[in-house]
């Protein structure tokens, strides 16, 4: 059960919750709030989920890249950022979060929310 709806969320169901998932836009707002995105940013998000984050950080007009494990998270995230996606200042793609296939100092800031308490090495993601 866990795994399906968090640890990585598939079926209509999870996908339908992490388009918009309501509950976490207090968090979002929080770390929206801290970062203070500009233009000039490069955001790594990390278990990036349906992408609804993504979305509402990309206002800002920053370029973003995001990882997940969950093909299904990875298809409703590209769907709800497909603008972004289009204009290239996003890029999302399947993976571990464990292994990133990015090149270090690529990014100004990274955002992972909701995600570290499913990590079993979480040491290897810092
Ligand atoms: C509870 S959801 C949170 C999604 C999103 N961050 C949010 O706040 O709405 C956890 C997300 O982390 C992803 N995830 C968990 N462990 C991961 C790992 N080891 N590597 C990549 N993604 C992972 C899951 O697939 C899922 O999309």
């Known amino acids: 059960m866990t795994d399906k709806r968090a640890r990585k969320p598939s079926g209509l169901e999870s996908r339908q919750t992490y388009r918009d998932p309501v509950y976490h836009r207090p968090n979002f707002l929080a770390i929206l709030d801290y970062l203070e995105l500009e233009r ?3 955001l790594l998000e990390v278990g990036c989920g349906g992408g609804a984050f993504l979305f509402d950080a990309l206002e800002s007009g920053c370029r973003a890249a995001a990882i997940d494990h ?3 998270m990875v298809k409703v995230a590209s ?9 290239k200042r996003l890029g999302i793609q399947k ?6 296939p990015f090149l270090d100092n690529m990014f100004t800031c990274a955002v992972s929310t909701g995600v570290f308490s499913f990590i079993e090495r979480p040491e290897l993601v810092m």
């Open 40 to 42: 000039k940013d490069y």
């Open 70 to 72: 969950s093909p299904d």
């Open 79 to 87: 769907e709800v950022n497909s603008g972004a996606i289009k204009e």
């Open 95 to 100: 993976g571990e979060a464990e292994f990133l």
